[in-house]
Protein backbone atom coordinates (compact mmCIF):
# COMPACT_ATOMS: atom_id res chain seq x y z
CA UNK A 1 0.00 0.00 0.00
CA UNK A 2 1.57 3.06 -0.98
CA UNK A 3 1.71 6.56 1.30
CA UNK A 4 0.09 9.52 -0.11
CA UNK A 5 3.15 11.50 1.31
CA UNK A 6 6.75 10.34 1.20
CA UNK A 7 8.07 9.43 4.14
CA UNK A 8 5.39 10.32 6.50
CA UNK A 9 7.01 10.69 10.44
CA UNK A 10 5.35 9.07 13.13
CA UNK A 11 5.24 8.09 16.64
CA UNK A 12 4.55 4.63 17.24
CA UNK A 13 1.83 5.27 20.84
CA UNK A 14 3.48 6.35 23.89
CA UNK A 15 5.09 9.61 25.01
CA UNK A 16 7.13 10.65 28.34
CA UNK A 17 4.26 12.11 30.78
CA UNK A 18 5.60 14.50 33.33
CA UNK A 19 5.16 13.89 36.64
CA UNK A 20 1.54 15.59 37.02
CA UNK A 21 0.38 13.68 34.71
CA UNK A 22 2.10 10.82 36.38
CA UNK A 23 0.08 11.49 39.24
CA UNK A 24 -3.17 11.97 37.76
CA UNK A 25 -2.79 8.75 36.00
CA UNK A 26 -2.41 7.09 39.65
CA UNK A 27 -4.46 9.12 41.43
CA UNK A 28 -7.08 6.72 39.65
CA UNK A 29 -9.24 9.79 38.68
CA UNK A 30 -11.16 10.07 35.15
CA UNK A 31 -8.73 9.23 32.79
CA UNK A 32 -10.94 12.05 30.44
CA UNK A 33 -11.29 14.50 33.11
CA UNK A 34 -10.93 18.61 32.00
CA UNK A 35 -7.35 18.39 33.79
CA UNK A 36 -6.12 15.42 31.88
CA UNK A 37 -7.96 17.12 28.28
CA UNK A 38 -5.67 20.13 29.09
CA UNK A 39 -2.24 17.91 29.11
CA UNK A 40 -3.45 16.09 26.03
CA UNK A 41 -3.63 19.20 24.12
CA UNK A 42 0.04 19.58 25.73
CA UNK A 43 1.37 16.85 24.13
CA UNK A 44 -0.49 17.17 20.90
CA UNK A 45 1.11 20.30 20.31
CA UNK A 46 4.53 19.51 21.22
CA UNK A 47 4.10 16.62 18.49
CA UNK A 48 2.70 19.63 15.48
CA UNK A 49 5.42 21.50 16.49
CA UNK A 50 8.16 18.96 16.19
CA UNK A 51 6.45 18.63 12.69
CA UNK A 52 4.90 14.60 13.18
CA UNK A 53 2.84 13.79 10.34
CA UNK A 54 0.69 11.34 11.91
CA UNK A 55 0.33 12.09 15.94
CA UNK A 56 -1.13 10.16 19.08
CA UNK A 57 -2.16 11.43 22.56
CA UNK A 58 0.75 9.98 24.02
CA UNK A 59 -1.15 6.92 26.06
CA UNK A 60 -1.67 9.79 28.63
CA UNK A 61 -4.44 8.81 29.92
CA UNK A 62 -3.40 4.89 30.02
CA UNK A 63 -1.79 3.78 33.37
CA UNK A 64 0.62 1.11 30.63
CA UNK A 65 0.18 0.40 27.36
CA UNK A 66 -0.98 -2.83 28.27
CA UNK A 67 -3.29 -1.87 31.55
CA UNK A 68 -5.61 -0.10 29.76
CA UNK A 69 -7.51 -3.23 29.07
CA UNK A 70 -8.79 -2.81 32.62
CA UNK A 71 -10.01 0.28 31.39
CA UNK A 72 -12.52 -1.48 29.24
CA UNK A 73 -13.23 -4.53 30.71
CA UNK A 74 -13.85 -5.62 34.20
CA UNK A 75 -12.26 -8.82 35.95
CA UNK A 76 -8.77 -7.88 36.81
CA UNK A 77 -7.10 -7.36 39.88
CA UNK A 78 -4.95 -4.16 40.15
CA UNK A 79 -1.93 -4.33 41.96
CA UNK A 80 1.76 -2.71 42.24
CA UNK A 81 5.15 -4.70 41.83
CA UNK A 82 8.49 -2.53 42.17
CA UNK A 83 6.63 0.58 41.74
CA UNK A 84 4.83 -0.10 38.59
CA UNK A 85 1.39 -1.22 38.24
CA UNK A 86 -0.18 -4.56 36.90
CA UNK A 87 -3.16 -6.28 36.33
CA UNK A 88 -4.11 -10.20 36.46
CA UNK A 89 -7.46 -11.40 35.22
CA UNK A 90 -9.80 -13.16 38.33
CA UNK A 91 -12.45 -12.90 37.30
CA UNK A 92 -14.47 -13.25 34.15
CA UNK A 93 -14.58 -10.77 31.71
CA UNK A 94 -17.21 -8.20 30.89
CA UNK A 95 -17.14 -5.34 28.49
CA UNK A 96 -18.61 -2.33 30.59
CA UNK A 97 -16.88 0.57 29.31
CA UNK A 98 -16.76 0.43 25.82
CA UNK A 99 -15.35 2.83 23.18
CA UNK A 100 -12.68 3.88 25.63
CA UNK A 101 -10.11 4.39 21.98
CA UNK A 102 -12.82 5.62 20.96
CA UNK A 103 -13.10 8.66 23.19
CA UNK A 104 -9.11 8.98 22.13
CA UNK A 105 -9.56 9.72 18.69
CA UNK A 106 -12.48 11.57 19.36
CA UNK A 107 -10.44 13.89 21.60
CA UNK A 108 -7.35 14.06 18.94
CA UNK A 109 -9.54 14.54 15.51
CA UNK A 110 -11.32 17.70 17.69
CA UNK A 111 -8.03 19.27 18.85
CA UNK A 112 -5.36 18.69 15.35
CA UNK A 113 -5.46 18.52 11.44
CA UNK A 114 -2.99 15.90 11.61
CA UNK A 115 -3.40 11.98 10.71
CA UNK A 116 -4.22 10.65 14.13
CA UNK A 117 -2.62 7.06 15.21
CA UNK A 118 -4.61 5.05 18.17
CA UNK A 119 -2.70 1.92 19.82
CA UNK A 120 -4.31 -1.23 21.71
CA UNK A 121 -3.15 -3.98 23.00
CA UNK A 122 -3.28 -7.81 21.19
CA UNK A 123 -4.91 -10.15 22.61
CA UNK A 124 -1.86 -13.25 22.89
CA UNK A 125 0.25 -10.67 24.58
CA UNK A 126 -2.65 -9.78 27.26
CA UNK A 127 -2.69 -13.55 27.33
CA UNK A 128 0.84 -13.64 27.86
CA UNK A 129 1.08 -11.13 31.31
CA UNK A 130 -2.07 -11.19 32.47
CA UNK A 131 -3.24 -14.63 33.21
CA UNK A 132 -1.55 -16.48 35.72
CA UNK A 133 -1.97 -20.52 36.02
CA UNK A 134 -3.25 -20.02 39.89
CA UNK A 135 -4.93 -16.89 40.50
CA UNK A 136 -6.75 -16.61 37.26
CA UNK A 137 -7.79 -20.55 36.74
CA UNK A 138 -11.04 -19.95 38.51
CA UNK A 139 -12.14 -17.62 35.81
CA UNK A 140 -10.30 -18.99 32.64
CA UNK A 141 -8.50 -22.38 33.28
CA UNK A 142 -6.20 -22.04 29.80
CA UNK A 143 -4.36 -19.14 28.77
CA UNK A 144 -6.04 -19.86 25.49
CA UNK A 145 -9.47 -19.39 27.30
CA UNK A 146 -8.97 -16.28 28.26
CA UNK A 147 -6.97 -14.67 25.10
CA UNK A 148 -10.66 -16.25 23.55
CA UNK A 149 -12.60 -13.93 25.62
CA UNK A 150 -10.20 -10.88 24.57
CA UNK A 151 -10.70 -10.97 21.00
CA UNK A 152 -14.44 -10.05 20.41
CA UNK A 153 -13.76 -7.19 23.04
CA UNK A 154 -10.49 -5.94 21.15
CA UNK A 155 -12.28 -6.31 17.80
CA UNK A 156 -15.46 -3.91 19.13
CA UNK A 157 -12.93 -1.44 20.62
CA UNK A 158 -11.10 -1.35 16.94
CA UNK A 159 -14.41 -0.60 15.17
CA UNK A 160 -15.65 1.89 17.28
CA UNK A 161 -11.86 3.68 16.96
CA UNK A 162 -12.42 3.22 13.09
CA UNK A 163 -15.89 4.80 13.27
CA UNK A 164 -14.39 7.76 15.38
CA UNK A 165 -12.31 8.72 12.86
CA UNK A 166 -8.47 6.70 13.55
CA UNK A 167 -6.34 6.91 10.44
CA UNK A 168 -4.52 4.11 11.80
CA UNK A 169 -4.91 1.51 14.47
CA UNK A 170 -1.80 -0.10 16.00
CA UNK A 171 -1.58 -3.52 17.59
CA UNK A 172 1.41 -4.07 19.89
CA UNK A 173 2.69 -7.44 20.52
CA UNK A 174 6.30 -7.47 21.80
CA UNK A 175 5.82 -10.88 22.81
CA UNK A 176 5.26 -11.81 19.08
CA UNK A 177 8.67 -10.32 18.16
CA UNK A 178 9.96 -12.51 20.69
CA UNK A 179 9.67 -15.29 18.82
CA UNK A 180 13.03 -14.24 16.74
CA UNK A 181 15.20 -15.28 19.81
CA UNK A 182 16.33 -18.48 20.54
CA UNK A 183 15.95 -18.44 24.03
CA UNK A 184 12.10 -17.62 23.68
CA UNK A 185 11.79 -20.24 21.22
CA UNK A 186 13.38 -22.89 23.71
CA UNK A 187 10.30 -22.00 26.35
CA UNK A 188 8.06 -23.60 24.14
CA UNK A 189 7.67 -27.55 22.69
CA UNK A 190 6.79 -26.06 19.42
CA UNK A 191 7.35 -22.56 19.22
CA UNK A 192 5.99 -22.25 15.76
CA UNK A 193 2.81 -23.63 16.45
CA UNK A 194 2.29 -20.72 19.37
CA UNK A 195 4.05 -18.15 17.46
CA UNK A 196 1.22 -19.13 14.63
CA UNK A 197 -1.69 -19.24 17.13
CA UNK A 198 -0.32 -15.28 18.40
CA UNK A 199 -0.60 -14.45 14.83
CA UNK A 200 -4.23 -15.93 14.49
CA UNK A 201 -5.24 -14.32 17.56
CA UNK A 202 -4.38 -10.92 16.27
CA UNK A 203 -5.72 -11.78 12.88
CA UNK A 204 -9.42 -12.56 14.46
CA UNK A 205 -9.49 -8.98 16.00
CA UNK A 206 -8.34 -7.50 12.57
CA UNK A 207 -9.69 -9.71 9.78
CA UNK A 208 -11.78 -7.67 7.22
CA UNK A 209 -11.71 -4.56 8.41
CA UNK A 210 -11.19 -1.60 5.83
CA UNK A 211 -11.57 2.22 6.25
CA UNK A 212 -8.34 2.22 8.53
CA UNK A 213 -4.60 1.48 8.58
CA UNK A 214 -4.57 -1.40 10.35
CA UNK A 215 -0.90 -2.03 11.99
CA UNK A 216 1.42 -4.65 13.77
CA UNK A 217 4.12 -3.20 16.39
CA UNK A 218 6.94 -5.94 16.92
CA UNK A 219 9.65 -4.68 19.01
CA UNK A 220 12.22 -6.40 21.31
CA UNK A 221 10.08 -5.25 24.41
CA UNK A 222 11.30 -1.95 25.60
CA UNK A 223 12.82 -1.63 29.14
CA UNK A 224 13.55 2.06 28.73
CA UNK A 225 17.97 3.00 29.79
CA UNK A 226 18.35 -0.90 30.40
CA UNK A 227 17.76 -1.71 26.71
CA UNK A 228 16.05 -4.81 25.54
CA UNK A 229 15.16 -8.07 26.36
CA UNK A 230 15.05 -10.22 22.89
CA UNK A 231 17.87 -10.28 20.39
CA UNK A 232 17.65 -11.79 16.60
CA UNK A 233 16.10 -10.83 13.06
CA UNK A 234 12.81 -10.64 12.28
CA UNK A 235 13.37 -13.51 9.50
CA UNK A 236 12.26 -15.73 12.20
CA UNK A 237 8.45 -14.72 12.25
CA UNK A 238 8.46 -13.14 8.72
CA UNK A 239 6.19 -16.27 7.37
CA UNK A 240 4.08 -16.06 10.14
CA UNK A 241 2.93 -12.32 10.51
CA UNK A 242 2.61 -12.52 6.61
CA UNK A 243 -0.62 -14.31 6.91
CA UNK A 244 -2.34 -11.47 9.56
CA UNK A 245 -4.60 -9.48 7.97
CA UNK A 246 -3.09 -6.03 8.46
CA UNK A 247 -1.64 -2.97 6.30
CA UNK A 248 1.35 -2.05 7.67
CA UNK A 249 4.48 -3.52 10.22
CA UNK A 250 5.86 -1.09 12.29
CA UNK A 251 9.40 -2.76 13.63
CA UNK A 252 12.49 -1.44 15.51
CA UNK A 253 15.98 -1.16 13.56
CA UNK A 254 17.97 1.46 15.41
CA UNK A 255 19.32 -1.35 17.95
CA UNK A 256 21.89 -3.71 16.85
CA UNK A 257 19.56 -6.63 18.07
CA UNK A 258 17.08 -6.25 15.38
CA UNK A 259 19.17 -7.94 12.97
CA UNK A 260 19.84 -8.16 9.10
CA UNK A 261 18.17 -5.12 7.37
CA UNK A 262 17.99 -7.59 4.24
CA UNK A 263 14.94 -9.45 6.11
CA UNK A 264 12.58 -6.76 4.97
CA UNK A 265 12.72 -7.22 1.15
CA UNK A 266 11.19 -10.36 2.45
CA UNK A 267 7.90 -8.50 3.88
CA UNK A 268 5.22 -8.95 1.11
CA UNK A 269 4.86 -5.77 -1.12
CA UNK A 270 1.04 -5.45 -0.19
CA UNK A 271 2.53 -4.07 3.67
CA UNK A 272 4.17 -0.51 4.12
CA UNK A 273 6.66 -0.89 7.18
CA UNK A 274 6.74 1.72 10.00
CA UNK A 275 11.31 1.68 9.81
CA UNK A 276 12.37 2.34 13.53
CA UNK A 277 14.88 4.75 12.87
CA UNK A 278 15.56 6.42 15.80
CA UNK A 279 16.40 5.39 19.40
CA UNK A 280 13.59 5.54 22.45
CA UNK A 281 15.46 3.86 24.78
CA UNK A 282 18.84 6.08 25.49
CA UNK A 283 20.45 9.64 25.99
CA UNK A 284 22.15 10.03 22.88
CA UNK A 285 20.09 12.14 20.47
CA UNK A 286 20.73 10.97 17.16
CA UNK A 287 21.39 13.71 14.12
CA UNK A 288 19.69 13.87 11.12
CA UNK A 289 22.66 12.11 9.07
CA UNK A 290 22.70 9.15 11.71
CA UNK A 291 19.11 8.78 11.15
CA UNK A 292 19.03 9.09 7.07
CA UNK A 293 21.82 6.67 7.09
CA UNK A 294 19.31 4.10 9.23
CA UNK A 295 16.62 5.06 6.30
CA UNK A 296 19.03 5.03 3.41
CA UNK A 297 19.85 1.27 4.07
CA UNK A 298 16.07 0.22 4.45
CA UNK A 299 16.01 1.75 1.14
CA UNK A 300 18.07 -0.55 -0.19
CA UNK A 301 15.27 -3.64 -0.12
CA UNK A 302 12.11 -1.51 0.34
CA UNK A 303 10.74 1.39 -2.11
CA UNK A 304 10.12 5.13 -0.54
CA UNK A 305 6.22 4.61 -1.31
CA UNK A 306 6.40 2.25 1.27
CA UNK A 307 8.22 3.48 4.36
CA UNK A 308 6.65 5.44 7.50
CA UNK A 309 9.52 6.80 9.80
CA UNK A 310 9.06 6.17 13.30
CA UNK A 311 11.10 5.50 16.87
CA UNK A 312 11.73 1.97 17.24
CA UNK A 313 9.03 1.78 20.12
CA UNK A 314 6.84 4.09 22.48
CA UNK A 315 8.82 6.39 24.48
CA UNK A 316 6.94 5.25 28.00
CA UNK A 317 5.27 1.75 27.69
CA UNK A 318 4.24 2.27 31.05
CA UNK A 319 2.94 6.02 32.69
CA UNK A 320 6.10 5.84 34.90
CA UNK A 321 8.59 5.32 32.76
CA UNK A 322 11.14 7.82 33.42
CA UNK A 323 12.79 9.29 29.82
CA UNK A 324 12.47 12.64 29.33
CA UNK A 325 9.44 14.46 27.59
CA UNK A 326 12.50 17.33 26.09
CA UNK A 327 14.37 14.23 24.95
CA UNK A 328 11.64 12.64 22.72
CA UNK A 329 10.87 15.93 21.55
CA UNK A 330 14.36 16.78 20.27
CA UNK A 331 14.64 13.07 18.61
CA UNK A 332 11.03 13.43 16.98
CA UNK A 333 12.10 17.02 15.46
CA UNK A 334 15.29 15.11 14.20
CA UNK A 335 13.19 12.17 12.25
CA UNK A 336 11.01 15.34 10.78
CA UNK A 337 14.13 16.80 9.61
CA UNK A 338 15.19 13.67 7.77
CA UNK A 339 11.84 12.74 6.67
CA UNK A 340 11.78 16.37 4.57
CA UNK A 341 15.50 16.10 3.56
CA UNK A 342 14.17 12.45 2.00
CA UNK A 343 10.98 13.70 0.90
CA UNK A 344 13.30 16.41 -1.50
CA UNK A 345 15.91 13.77 -2.44
CA UNK A 346 13.17 10.83 -3.57
CA UNK A 347 10.11 13.27 -5.04
Known amino acids: ?????????????????????????????????????????????????????????????????????????????????????????????????????????????????????????????????????????????????????????????????KDAGADVIQIDDPHICLFVDPKTRAEYKNPDDELRYACRAVHEVTQGIGGVERALHLCRRNKGRRGWIGEGSYDAIIPFISEIDLDQFVLEYSIPSAGDIQALAKLPERFTIGFGCVDCRFEHIESPLEIAQRVERALLFVPPERIVLNPDCGFAPSSQAEIPLDEAYEKLKNEVAVARMLREKYA
Not at 60 to 81: L, N
Open 1 to 161: MAQSLLFPASVVGSLPRPKFVQDIILSDSDPFSSLMDTAVQYVIALQEHAGVDIISDGEWRRKSYIGVIAQIASGFEHYFDDGRTWHIVTTRLEHISPGFFAREVKFLKQHTNKKVKVCMPSPYLLGVRMWDAERSRDAYPLRRDFITALIPILRKELLLA
